[in-house]
T-cell receptor
Framework: DQQVKQNSPSLSVQEGRISILNCDYT??????FLWYKKYPAEGPTFLIS?????DKNEDGRFTVFLNKSAKHLSLHIVPSQPGDSAVYFCAASDGKLVFGAGTILRVKS | EAGVAQSPRYKIIEKRQSVAFWCNPISGHATLYWYQQILGQGPKLLIQ????????DSQLPKDRFSAERLKGVDSTLKIQPAKLEDSAVYLC?????????????FGSGTQLSVL
């Protein structure tokens, strides 16, 4: 039972363009959402988060949007840089953190 | 600030053998987690400690997996006996608080291959 789904296994984007990573969830009790980034041979690192009382949170080039009615969140990276190439995990919490399977982002220079 | 330390980095064993992983969390972090990440999947929580007490071990296969956190600092995760499906990366994470908005700090993980 996948409560957090990242339906795109991979995404390829040109440097300077926007990257949009998507995440869907099924548990309506989730009220805190996070994105983690993972480079090869390293552990995931926290990137950005959003509470369910908000619909947008911005941190530099990274913006997370939350649509509670659709149970959908997305991460926008603008502009995308080659160093952003990594695996991005969406995670949701109702007191217990549940991770999606991840999306591999490749930013081409 | 030193990060979460894990060892060994890699481990290859045969099925039915035993294996142990070690984790040293960030100094002062009260909460410690062990996650299992199978290839192509997201990290799955195995066990969560608050200081040296277990908060959640509902997804830990207790017939073969065990974990302890003595003195509320370091932790070890053991598998005995290992099965082929235990091949995965085992991630340790820590956080200063236990709550809804905690951000976890992960170690680099131990990659286990069971042959």
């Amino acid at each position: 039972d996948q409560q957090v789904k990242q339906n795109s296994p991979s995404l390829s984007v040109q440097e300077g363009r926007i990257s949009i990573l998507n995440c869907d969830y099924t548990n309506s009790m989730f009220d805190y959402f996070l994105w983690y980034k993972k480079y090869p041979a390293e552990g995931p690192t926290f990137l950005i988060s959003i509470s369910s009382i908000k619909d947008k949170n911005e941190d530099g080039r990274f913006t997370v949007f939350l649509n509670k009615s659709a149970k959908h969140l997305s991460l926008h990276i603008v502009p995308s840089q080659p160093g952003d190439s990594a695996v991005y995990f969406c995670a949701a919490s109702d007191g217990k953190l549940v991770f999606g399977a991840g999306t591999i982002l490749r930013v081409k220079s | 600030e030193a990060g979460v330390a894990q060892s060994p980095r890699y481990k290859i064993i045969e099925k039915r053998q035993s294996v142990a992983f070690w984790c040293n969390p960030i100094s002062g972090h009260a909460t410690l987690y062990w996650y299992q990440q199978i290839l192509g999947q997201g990290p799955k929580l195995l066990i969560q400690f608050q200081n040296n007490g277990v908060v959640d071990d509902s997804q830990l296969p207790k017939d073969r997996f065990s974990a302890e956190r003595l003195k509320g600092v370091d932790s070890t995760l053991k598998i005995q006996p290992a099965k082929l499906e235990d091949s995965a990366v085992y991630l340790c994470a820590s956080s200063p608080l236990m709550g809804l908005d905690e951000k976890l700090f992960f170690g680099s993980g131990t990659q286990l291959s069971v042959l």
